[in-house]
């Protein structure tokens, strides 16, 4: 087991946003967080490398809870790919270098420059690799801030909403890279999703948050259209098309 | 178009190649700038005896005087008040994650201004008249300088405190440093209002930033203080570099961002504090240099905190120079110049680039 969260607990100021969160994932596995806007998704991805502090619980990375270690010890264990990455006037390899950070002590090694070269290369970024970000399309900046996260050399990478704003393709492709990396790079993944269908067709473990805790949980053999028309408060039917499960709304 | 292996690794190792000879061209430029600006003024003395006279050989005790006790302690606090105020304005910039931010974005100088006032009137520091150089002179600048740097301090402590009450985000930042900019503002005028002419002379000639006020004394204490600073501000060039990612993505690598932030932003203050208690107030140095540097370098903050520090001090050091000797007899305060020079460099950036 690479992750096992245990009761964890989240409140802003006064108000209760996550309660009893428990859930755990094996080592190449991708799970998304599925659930209405404003349930706490984003929440909880933040709690797992504590951006957001949660007020009880333990999440364990190989038996080690990373909520008693040091901010810049967790970021050698996870690696968090926000919504949104500022661009600015930095290439793609200087902004992927950015993740060897939390390895780096005083200057760039050349094993540094190594493993930025070769995560550049895994995510077929060569050809951007010295343009600056600031001029990069947005399928090109969220891989590029992707390879940072890959270039901290994470047991677990945190992405939140990886396609959001992304046309067709280049969702089809962050979402392709992301499950290549998590096969191949003995990483596991959580993914807080939108989209029904590309999380079914990425993922191997769900959970829906409903009123800020796990209301259903599971493969895709658990997710039933009750579950999603509880969670989303539409009614849908789930579909089997070579053999991709896909949701359509019934309204 | 795919780049083999190797050959990504050996482009950004020339890539950065490049950045570095831009930084040593600079550096280099910096040093005959600074003889050129030793050799001329008032006495125009040849560059091969400035070199002589620095270098420690025997020559004329006229020649000697000007030379270590004008002219090269004036060249070096523009150089080391550039080098202050350009890489204050390069923090402040990231950690405002704001183009326009600058040193005086907090009103540090307004407040100094304010307490330079002050001094002037209430503690009765100003006004009487020189016979020499400037008509007006302060009689006792080094109890302006620190009443002016108290005040400096203390819009950085009122910045820290709502900081603190209400976290520590540029918008937090900006806001309040704006609020107290405008509220010493009024308090300078206040002042103002009902100064005597002598006194209202004082403050007015007191604001005007002149590299020619600090002797090696002053220039000392600066030196230690922009020294500090940028020490300080190159062990974290990582951090300002993940800040410029976003919060989150600098909070995701590890780096306690409110922290940083906060100690950024009081370093920078400090040493703006500095340079403005004693020189009076350079505009435009700390805004414009760091937006200059960026063009050339990027926005990497490893090699653009030393660009800045060399641009800042060749744009000071040059501006200084030229007031110095565009008028003579008379001699301008650089704040004059850099001032006429920063609005149209300023818009002229606006106008060439994409973004600022």
């Known amino acids: ?251 | 178009m795919k780049n083999s292996h190797g050959d990504i690794a050996q482009k950004y190792r020339e890539h950065t190649g490049r950045k570095r000879t831009y930084l040593l061209s600079g550096i280099l430029l910096l040093f005959v700038v600074s003889i050129v600006s030793i050799s001329i003024g008032s006495v125009d003395i040849p560059l091969i005896d400035v070199i002589h006279t620095l270098l420690g050989a025997d020559v004329p005790v006229r020649l000697h005087s000007i030379v270590w006790n004008i002219r090269l302690p004036q060249v070096l606090t523009a150089i080391v008040a550039g080098a202050g105020l350009a890489v204050a304005g390069v923090v402040m910039q990231s950690i405002l994650r704001n183009p326009l931010g600058s040193p005086f974005t907090l009103g540090i100088s307004n407040a100094a201004a304010f307490g330079a006032a002050f001094s002037v009137m209430v503690l009765g520091t100003g006004g009487t008249h020189s016979s020499v150089g400037d008509a007006v002179s302060i009689n006792n600048p080094y109890t302006t300088t620190v009443v002016a740097f108290l005040f400096s301090l203390l819009v950085t402590l009122v910045i820290v405190a709502f900081s603190r009450i209400r976290g520590t985000t540029p918008e937090i930042m900006i806001l309040v440093g704006v609020a107290m900019g405008s509220l010493f503002t009024a308090g300078t005028m206040f002042l103002q209002y009902f100064a005597d002419d002598v006194q209202l002379a004082s403050m007015v000639f007191w604001s005007f930033g002149d590299t020619a006020r600090a002797s090696w004394h002053e220039l000392g204490l600066i030196s230690v203080v922009v020294i500090f600073s940028i020490v300080y501000f190159s062990f974290n060039r990582w951090k300002y570099n993940a800040i410029d990612a976003g919060d989150e993505t600098a909070k995701g690598l590890g780096v306690n961002v409110e922290r940083v932030r906060l100690l950024g932003m009081l370093c920078a203050s400090l040493v703006t504090a500095i340079i403005v208690a004693f020189l009076g107030v350079i505009g435009f140095i700390g805004l414009i240099c760091p937006h200059m540097t960026r063009r050339l370098i990027g926005d990497d903050h490893r090699y653009l905190i030393c660009g800045s520090i060399v641009m800042g001090s060749l744009l000071l050091l040059c501006a200084d120079t030229a007031a110095r000797v565009m008028l003579q007899p008379y001699q301008l305060p650089v704040a004059v110049l850099t001032s006429f020079m920063g609005a149209p460099t300023f818009i002229y950036l606006i106008l060439r680039g994409r973004r600022i």
Not at chain 1, 161 to 189: F, K, Y
Not at chain 1, 195 to 208: C, E, G, M, T, V
Not at chain 1, 212 to 223: E, F, K, L, P, V
Request: net charge negative; charged share 25%; proline share 4%.
């Open chain 1, 1 to 251: 087991m690479i992750l096992e969260v245990n009761g964890v607990e989240f409140q802003y100021k006064s108000k209760e946003v996550l309660k009893d969160i428990k859930f755990h994932l094996k080592r190449n596995e991708i799970l998304s967080i599925l659930g209405p806007n404003g349930v706490g998704k984003t929440t909880l991805l933040k709690c797992m490398n504590a951006i957001l502090k949660p007020k009880s619980g333990a999440i364990l990375i190989e038996d080690e809870d990373i909520l008693k270690l040091e901010q810049i010890e967790i970021a050698k264990r996870l690696g968090y790919v926000p919504q949104r990455c500022e661009p600015a006037r930095l290439t793609a390899f200087d902004a992927v270098l950015l993740g060897r950070m939390p390895h780096i002590k005083w200057n760039v090694s050349p094993e540094d420059i190594m493993l930025v070269e070769s995560t550049i290369k895994k995510l077929n970024l060569e050809h951007v690799a010295l343009r600056y970000i600031d001029e990069l399309s947005g399928g090109e900046l969220q891989k590029v801030s992707i390879a940072r996260a890959i270039a901290q050399n994470p047991k677990l990478l945190l992405l939140d909403e990886p396609t959001s704003s992304l046309d067709l393709r280049n969702q089809l492709d962050i979402l392709d890279t992301v499950r290549d990396v998590v096969r191949n790079e003995n990483v596991s993944a959580i993914m807080t999703m939108h989209d029904l269908n590309l999380a079914f067709r990425y993922s191997d473990k769900f959970i829906f948050l409903k009123n800020g805790t796990i209301y259903a949980a599971g493969s895709m053999g658990d997710i039933t259209p009750q579950v999603i028309e509880e969670v989303y408060g539409v009614p849908v039917t789930i579909q089997n098309y070579m053999d991709v499960s896909v949701v359509i709304p019934t309204v």
